[in-house]
């Protein structure tokens, strides 16, 4: 027995005692709690004993196994493309109008997302196109013959465009989602076009599809900040204990601040006046991850709704002449006239831009704003870059054109799997893996009896191994995940034999028992190190052109080859060197 | 307890022309029985909706049949899943939602029926109409309209005034077609006798992507795991390896294509079958190259059949039972497994079955028929040079003979 036995030993020891820790969640989640609180982490962490791990560090099952819906849906980023186009040619041509610069026929081509600028009169060509490249930077010139003007949208801006469409249309999907309070829902980009959705423990693959399918919803409404209700409610009620909720002042307006949205909304439910509502702002953490919320800010708006994002025709993000990011509005024509009015009325007053009943900003309203071209100025901050002010300001635009001009979003797939089919592939999978497992670890201890009860031990670890790898790459466990599992459990069988053959071959050779032992591992260990790695190379790339359940096959089968290799490797040569070299033994039973 | 003797001494090269013959015509037959047959593909690559209803008292696939054609849907196909009693039942149906070149004739009439429409478009692939109506009009009233036809109407949305203020833009959306079929099979009954257990609908397009996507896969692990065998073996080695893949992943392929004719489907998890197949073909392989390694060079200067077949001889019963215990693991999945899951434990048992088969009898021949190609070659550009035929060097002495590279294109 030398030291390296022993480092070996202490390391299977340790990697064996940190799998059986590292699934303790597991353990309690799926036996300890009932059924129905299965996907509840609070009801976890509260039965888990203090030494477990955290609650969230438990396999979770995949949407075929708990019943729910896995969805994806495609952005339709060219339509909305198109429409950008024609919809800048209208806007070129009122522009070139309103700064006297001449009247000016505009085609658009969205096909080629191109526009033709024909000036009535030739001679101002030279002005415009001046002009026309100075204001509108997302179009770049294609050509110039004779009287026209070509010009084609940057293929900077269509990929800008595209990206921002999907995250915008993530955007909403999510806040919509969250607001339904499904727990432990998964919003995903899938490519460059298309958003992949888990929904589990919904049934109605009809509702999920009209939730997330559903065009956004943009309203402009006023807030009432002449109230104080929310410090008075502050004052009468006390927030629930461990919330913190406060009050902050935002730009002078007391509103209150609150980490949890759900306990926000059961604070101020039923205390809100007639004839108003509560809204929230999710505020993102500073360089926090995409469409994350740190916090949500409380705003006391009128039920009323003066104007809706179907009266809107634009919004674009620039800098002012100040050098302040800005968005620039466009109203049709009937839009206009109530923007107008409304603005008349409200002077002074903050006015909410509502998105899916979320408040995404509140710009107060300075003067009455008349011809249905509004400027919202989002105000330098000293604490951001120009980059970061202009993102800000290209998000509101983002969420102001959703309104307006949708990239349409159609459902790609839909899959729901019953609650009740879930359960009983649960029942099916574990049945098949704990049959397969019996079968192999039988056969292996009659056929080659010591040394195959040895391989059983690294079976089961490995069993447990690939388990509590899962857990640690937070991979959920599909139906095909299983299936992963249990092919995995052959081949790391299959690696035993190939050491146990290759044993026995050399102890017919005459070799004494020790040396059969050494030169069995040491000569099958590049065979089976071969044979991991080719079926690892497919499994990897199964893994990266997979989705879905596919998914899940091959990460059982990586995570099951990696544990395959070490368990054959390392473990059952401890084991064997243990008896064979500790014990002395002159005999191997193989 | 033993099951292989050691020391068996089968002529497995001898048996090598009628073994490739036979393979080579299975393989054949397979490939033009996709070409002119084809898969029977699932809704993950043909599109569609698949529902999955579970009744609560036996049924049998001709009442669930008759069920479904008296209730208008046609064109749908029922297939029992698991056991008789089970009752349980895939409906599929083409599309995703109600809107077909049928229903949406019919939805233009009743549009039309409120007043002038300038544009029409029907896009049946997302289930949605849009129009251009001369004045504007209530979507509620639209929506009751193209209701009243019999489709299913999700919502009718007013996309706003036309540019230029040639009319006002709408759109219908359509329900889906799970919708209708349970609806369909629930009809007159005061509650259905059933419950839907799943719902699959894949867009055409997105099953379109992801059989591309798949037939990538396919051959971006066969290409990387042929990188790898050439890198860790000899280049010689490399075409047994990928002819003995591309054999083993038709024969499964094969099996799809005859269980197509028996309903079952071709779908994501068949790829997932196929490539892991692909790794375990090599893995196979390997065994026994390994070998053949390992004994050229222990008889330096035998002919390499021989070595083969010596090679193959001492590994037979690790081959076989290394493929045996495989196997063995996947009998759990077979008794319990049901639908695709059973499909792929059966397509993996099938491919582990040819896989040793493909080792033994095709792999390691065409060794030696690259050996005896390069060696022949050899001898045309240089007279006299070589020992003839079947002359074997071992691995890394392949420097004075053609370049391995010929050898790989020459297969």
């Given at each position: 027995m030398d030291r390296s036995w022993w480092w070996r030993a202490a390391l299977i020891l340790g990697v064996t005692l940190g799998s059986v820790w590292y699934l303790v969640p597991t353990y309690y989640s799926f036996f300890v709690l009932p059924r129905e609180q299965r996907n509840d982490l609070k009801a976890l962490a509260a039965v888990l004993?203090?030494?477990?791990?955290?609650?969230?560090q438990r396999l979770s099952l995949g949407l075929d196994l708990q019943g729910g819906i896995h969805m994806v849906m495609r952005v339709d980023t060219r339509t909305a493309l198109e429409k950008r186009t024609e919809r800048r040619g209208v806007q070129i041509a009122s522009a070139m109008k309103d700064r006297k610069l001449g009247e000016v026929d505009v085609d658009a081509d969205p096909e080629k997302l191109q526009l033709t600028l024909r000036p009535k009169d030739p001679k101002t060509l030279d002005a415009i196109e001046k002009d026309v490249l100075d204001t509108y930077r997302d179009f770049t010139k294609v050509n110039r013959t004779g009287d026209a003007l070509v010009l084609q949208l940057r293929d900077n801006q269509v990929d800008k465009f595209k990206e921002d469409s999907v995250d915008q249309a993530m955007l909403v999907i999510r806040r919509r989602i969250d607001k339904f309070g499904v727990g432990e829902v998964d919003v995903r980009k899938l490519g460059t076009d298309a958003i992949q959705i888990s929904l589990p423990g919904r049934q109605d693959p009809e509702e999920a599809k009209d939730l997330v399918g559903r065009t956004a919803q943009l309203e402009f409404r006023m807030v009432d900040d002449q109230s104080t209700f929310f410090k008075d409610l502050l004052a009468k009620k006390p927030p629930?204990?461990?919330?913190?909720?406060a009050i902050t002042s935002e730009e002078g307006f007391q509103q209150l601040k609150g980490k949890d949205q759900q306990e926000l909304l059961a604070y101020v439910k039923g205390e809100v006046p007639a004839g108003k509502e509560v809204l929230l702002e999710c505020k993102e953490a500073p360089n926090?991850?995409?469409?994350?919320?740190s916090s949500y800010i409380t705003y006391l708006v009128e039920k009323q709704v003066p104007l809706t994002g179907e009266s809107l025709s634009g919004a674009d993000a620039n800098f002012s002449q100040y050098g302040e990011p800005e968005v620039d509005v466009q109203f049709d024509a009937s839009g206009a006239r109530d923007f107008g009015d409304l603005t008349e009325k409200n002077v002074g007053k903050r006015m909410a831009i509502v998105l899916d009943d979320n408040v995404t900003s509140a710009p107060r309203i300075n003067e009455k704003i008349p011809g249905g071209r509004a400027r919202i100025t989002l105000g330098r901050s000293f604490n951001k870059t120009n980059d970061e002010m202009l993102k800000d300001a290209q998000k509101l635009a983002l969420v102001l054109k959703a309104g307006a001009l949708p990239a349409p979003v159609t459902t790609g797939e839909v899959r729901q799997v019953g609650a009740s089919l879930g359960d009983e592939l649960i029942k099916k999978g574990s049945l098949a893996a704990v049959v397969g497992l019996l079968l192999v670890v039988v056969f292996m201890a009659v056929y080659y009896k010591r040394s195959g009860l040895i391989a059983d031990v690294a079976l089961i670890l490995n069993g447990l191994l690939i388990l509590a790898g899962l857990t640690a790459f937070g991979a959920t466990l599909t139906l095909p995940g299983i299936a992963g599992f249990v092919l995995t459990l052959g081949i790391a069988v299959d690696a035993n034999v190939l050491i146990n053959e290759r044993i026995r071959e050399e102890l017919a050779n005459g070799k004494s028992a020790r040396a059969a032992v050494d030169q069995g591992y040491d000569r099958a260990f590049w065979t089976i190190f071969d044979a991991h790695v080719t079926t690892l190379l497919a499994a990897f790339i199964l893994f990266a052109t997979g989705t879905g359940p596919v998914q899940g096959f091959a990460t059982s089968l990586i995570v099951g080859l990696f544990a395959s290799l070490f368990t054959s490797i390392v473990v059952t040569r401890a084991i064997v060197t243990f008896f064979v070299h500790g014990r002395n033994a002159q005999t191997v039973s193989v | 307890m033993q099951i292989i003797k050691h020391k068996t001494s089968i002529d497995f090269i001898g048996k090598r022309r009628p073994a490739m013959f036979i393979s080579s015509l299975l393989n054949l037959a397979i490939v033009v029985g996709i070409a002119a047959v084809g898969f029977n593909y699932g809704v993950d690559f043909a599109g569609g909706t698949v529902v999955e209803l579970k009744f609560n008292h036996p049924v049998s696939p001709e009442e669930v049949r008759h069920r479904a054609q008296s209730a208008g849907l046609h064109d749908v196909s029922v297939q029992r899943i698991g056991?008789?009693?089970?009752n349980d039942y895939l409906l599929r149906l083409g599309g995703?939602?109600?809107?077909t070149g049928d229903t949406a004739a019919k939805a233009e009439t009743a549009i039309k029926g409120l007043g002038p429409v300038k544009t029409f478009h029907a896009d049946l692939e997302n289930g949605i109409i849009n129009f251009r109506a001369e004045s504007k009009q209530a979507p509620d009233v639209v929506k009751k309209a193209v209701a009243d036809t019999g489709t299913g109407v999700r919502e009718v949305r007013e996309l706003g005034e036309a540019q230029g203020g040639s009319g006002w833009d709408y759109q219908v959306v359509f329900s889906g077609m799970a919708d209708r079929i349970s609806a369909g099979m629930a009809k007159g009954l005061e509650k259905p006798d059933f419950i839907q257990q799943r719902v699959d609908y894949v867009g055409p397009q997105v099953g379109k992507q992801l059989r591309n996507k798949g037939l990538m896969a396919l051959i971006y692990a066969s290409l990387a795991i042929l990188v790898y065998v050439a890198f860790r073996f000899d280049f010689k080695f490399a075409p047994g390896a990928l002819v003995a893949m591309v054999h083993d992943t038709i024969m499964v392929a094969g099996f799809y294509l005859v269980a197509g004719f028996f309903g079952r489907e071709f779908n994501l998890t068949s790829i997932a079958a196929l490539l892991t197949i692909i790794g375990y073909s090599v893995n196979d392989t390997i065994v026994i190259y390994d070998r053949i390694r390992e004994e050229m060079v222990r008889f330096k200067g035998k002919p390499l059949p021989e070595i083969i077949n010596i090679a193959v001889n001492d590994t037979l019963s690790r081959t076989i039972l290394t493929s045996g215990v495989t196997a063995l693991s996947l009998v759990g999945l077979l008794i319990f497994g049901v639908g695709e899951i059973w499909d792929f434990a059966m397509a993996m048992l099938v491919g582990i079955i040819v896989g040793t088969y493909s080792s033994v009898y095709i792999a390691s021949p065409l060794t030696i028929w690259l050996d005896e190609r390069a060696a022949a070659r050899a001898k045309a550009t240089r007279?006299?040079?070589?020992?003839?035929?079947?002359s074997n060097k071992p691995q890394g002495g392949g420097k004075d003979k053609p370049k391995p590279k010929a050898a790989a294109s020459a297969s």
């Amino acid at each position: 027995m030398d030291r390296s036995w022993w480092w070996r030993a202490a390391l299977i020891l340790g990697v064996t005692l940190g799998s059986v820790w590292y699934l303790v969640p597991t353990y309690y989640s799926f036996f300890v709690l009932p059924r129905e609180q299965r996907n509840d982490l609070k009801a976890l962490a509260a039965v888990l004993p203090r030494w477990a791990p955290s609650a969230t560090q438990r396999l979770s099952l995949g949407l075929d196994l708990q019943g729910g819906i896995h969805m994806v849906m495609r952005v339709d980023t060219r339509t909305a493309l198109e429409k950008r186009t024609e919809r800048r040619g209208v806007q070129i041509a009122s522009a070139m109008k309103d700064r006297k610069l001449g009247e000016v026929d505009v085609d658009a081509d969205p096909e080629k997302l191109q526009l033709t600028l024909r000036p009535k009169d030739p001679k101002t060509l030279d002005a415009i196109e001046k002009d026309v490249l100075d204001t509108y930077r997302d179009f770049t010139k294609v050509n110039r013959t004779g009287d026209a003007l070509v010009l084609q949208l940057r293929d900077n801006q269509v990929d800008k465009f595209k990206e921002d469409s999907v995250d915008q249309a993530m955007l909403v999907i999510r806040r919509r989602i969250d607001k339904f309070g499904v727990g432990e829902v998964d919003v995903r980009k899938l490519g460059t076009d298309a958003i992949q959705i888990s929904l589990p423990g919904r049934q109605d693959p009809e509702e999920a599809k009209d939730l997330v399918g559903r065009t956004a919803q943009l309203e402009f409404r006023m807030v009432d900040d002449q109230s104080t209700f929310f410090k008075d409610l502050l004052a009468k009620k006390p927030p629930p204990s461990g919330s913190d909720i406060a009050i902050t002042s935002e730009e002078g307006f007391q509103q209150l601040k609150g980490k949890d949205q759900q306990e926000l909304l059961a604070y101020v439910k039923g205390e809100v006046p007639a004839g108003k509502e509560v809204l929230l702002e999710c505020k993102e953490a500073p360089n926090s991850a995409k469409n994350t919320c740190s916090s949500y800010i409380t705003y006391l708006v009128e039920k009323q709704v003066p104007l809706t994002g179907e009266s809107l025709s634009g919004a674009d993000a620039n800098f002012s002449q100040y050098g302040e990011p800005e968005v620039d509005v466009q109203f049709d024509a009937s839009g206009a006239r109530d923007f107008g009015d409304l603005t008349e009325k409200n002077v002074g007053k903050r006015m909410a831009i509502v998105l899916d009943d979320n408040v995404t900003s509140a710009p107060r309203i300075n003067e009455k704003i008349p011809g249905g071209r509004a400027r919202i100025t989002l105000g330098r901050s000293f604490n951001k870059t120009n980059d970061e002010m202009l993102k800000d300001a290209q998000k509101l635009a983002l969420v102001l054109k959703a309104g307006a001009l949708p990239a349409p979003v159609t459902t790609g797939e839909v899959r729901q799997v019953g609650a009740s089919l879930g359960d009983e592939l649960i029942k099916k999978g574990s049945l098949a893996a704990v049959v397969g497992l019996l079968l192999v670890v039988v056969f292996m201890a009659v056929y080659y009896k010591r040394s195959g009860l040895i391989a059983d031990v690294a079976l089961i670890l490995n069993g447990l191994l690939i388990l509590a790898g899962l857990t640690a790459f937070g991979a959920t466990l599909t139906l095909p995940g299983i299936a992963g599992f249990v092919l995995t459990l052959g081949i790391a069988v299959d690696a035993n034999v190939l050491i146990n053959e290759r044993i026995r071959e050399e102890l017919a050779n005459g070799k004494s028992a020790r040396a059969a032992v050494d030169q069995g591992y040491d000569r099958a260990f590049w065979t089976i190190f071969d044979a991991h790695v080719t079926t690892l190379l497919a499994a990897f790339i199964l893994f990266a052109t997979g989705t879905g359940p596919v998914q899940g096959f091959a990460t059982s089968l990586i995570v099951g080859l990696f544990a395959s290799l070490f368990t054959s490797i390392v473990v059952t040569r401890a084991i064997v060197t243990f008896f064979v070299h500790g014990r002395n033994a002159q005999t191997v039973s193989v | 307890m033993q099951i292989i003797k050691h020391k068996t001494s089968i002529d497995f090269i001898g048996k090598r022309r009628p073994a490739m013959f036979i393979s080579s015509l299975l393989n054949l037959a397979i490939v033009v029985g996709i070409a002119a047959v084809g898969f029977n593909y699932g809704v993950d690559f043909a599109g569609g909706t698949v529902v999955e209803l579970k009744f609560n008292h036996p049924v049998s696939p001709e009442e669930v049949r008759h069920r479904a054609q008296s209730a208008g849907l046609h064109d749908v196909s029922v297939q029992r899943i698991g056991a008789t009693g089970d009752n349980d039942y895939l409906l599929r149906l083409g599309g995703m939602t109600q809107l077909t070149g049928d229903t949406a004739a019919k939805a233009e009439t009743a549009i039309k029926g409120l007043g002038p429409v300038k544009t029409f478009h029907a896009d049946l692939e997302n289930g949605i109409i849009n129009f251009r109506a001369e004045s504007k009009q209530a979507p509620d009233v639209v929506k009751k309209a193209v209701a009243d036809t019999g489709t299913g109407v999700r919502e009718v949305r007013e996309l706003g005034e036309a540019q230029g203020g040639s009319g006002w833009d709408y759109q219908v959306v359509f329900s889906g077609m799970a919708d209708r079929i349970s609806a369909g099979m629930a009809k007159g009954l005061e509650k259905p006798d059933f419950i839907q257990q799943r719902v699959d609908y894949v867009g055409p397009q997105v099953g379109k992507q992801l059989r591309n996507k798949g037939l990538m896969a396919l051959i971006y692990a066969s290409l990387a795991i042929l990188v790898y065998v050439a890198f860790r073996f000899d280049f010689k080695f490399a075409p047994g390896a990928l002819v003995a893949m591309v054999h083993d992943t038709i024969m499964v392929a094969g099996f799809y294509l005859v269980a197509g004719f028996f309903g079952r489907e071709f779908n994501l998890t068949s790829i997932a079958a196929l490539l892991t197949i692909i790794g375990y073909s090599v893995n196979d392989t390997i065994v026994i190259y390994d070998r053949i390694r390992e004994e050229m060079v222990r008889f330096k200067g035998k002919p390499l059949p021989e070595i083969i077949n010596i090679a193959v001889n001492d590994t037979l019963s690790r081959t076989i039972l290394t493929s045996g215990v495989t196997a063995l693991s996947l009998v759990g999945l077979l008794i319990f497994g049901v639908g695709e899951i059973w499909d792929f434990a059966m397509a993996m048992l099938v491919g582990i079955i040819v896989g040793t088969y493909s080792s033994v009898y095709i792999a390691s021949p065409l060794t030696i028929w690259l050996d005896e190609r390069a060696a022949a070659r050899a001898k045309a550009t240089r007279p006299g040079g070589s020992k003839g035929a079947g002359s074997n060097k071992p691995q890394g002495g392949g420097k004075d003979k053609p370049k391995p590279k010929a050898a790989a294109s020459a297969s």
